[in-house]
């Protein structure tokens, strides 16, 4: 089964939902980026998450969502754009954290509790918007459902799980995220939150084989599900030696003689797929002759 995300509308339009299968994507991203087992479960709970916020966008849009926390893991990139391409890395990738007294990987405590959450919307106009709102406790889920009810005001829940296998492979990640319209009644709102805190773990219920209309239905069908739209979703960085070229030129010509005399080249290595690209000191004499 390939990953996609489908998004849909519950009752009289009182919420929206979204739910995402992305158990290939985050598989590529631990294979790219060798992750251990707790930095692939934030990873692909960031990962997840931004494609949830990426489906929401106009074309072209592409959405960030950087963690900067206190924990070990030092923090987290992800990215999503409206076709449902998703790349994503770590700072602290090989970064081995031990397990919780429950024998579940320790999330919170990787990422860390003391910090920011940063959202930075590129919708291709003059500049990009970047919200922020503090962390509550590094799990992800809390804290992307925390930064969508005070920095955009919009009463959300989020769920977002990994689940790792013995030898590290992603067995099942997904999420989903439900927002409350203003026009939704309170009584509504109520029980949606109850059949969310009851809910089981997001990833268990990828891993039984439900779909994500299955998982939707199976959270909120009694409220009347009508599904708008299915996105297939990838992890695909875009990177080409074209836009590192670019890349080096915007440097300038100074910057480019530096590096011509102290390294007799460049060698640039992609954060989001870990592509290396070298460029001989031909190659940086010929970008000189550009200024």
Known sequence: MKDYLVRAIIGEGDARVLAARTTHLVEEAREKHDT????????????SGAAMLGAQLKEEGIVTIRIAGGGPIKGIIAQADHQGNVRGYAIEPRLFVPLKEDGKLDVGGAVGDQGKLYVTYDLKLKEPYTGVSELINGEIGEDLTYYLAHSEQIPSAVSLGVLV????????????????????????????ENRISKAAFISSLIEEGLTPE??????????????????????????????????LLSLGKEELQDMLEEDGGAEIRCHFCGEKNVFSEEEIRV???EF
Not at 171 to 178: K, L, P, Q, T, Y
């Open 36 to 47: 251990a087992h707790t930095v692939t479960a934030a990873l692909g709970r960031s990962l």
């Open 165 to 192: 296998g013995p030898a590290g492979e992603v067995r099942a990640s997904g999420g989903f995220m439900v927002q409350m319209m203003p026009k939704a009644e309170s009584s509504l709102v109520e029980e949606i």
């Open 287 to 289: 970008l000189l002759k």
């Open 214 to 247: 299955e998982i939707t239905e199976k959270l909120f069908g009694e409220f009347k599900v009508q599904f708008l739209e299915k996105r297939e979703l990838n992890y695909h960085c875009g990177c080409s030696r074209d836009r590192i070229t670019s890349m």
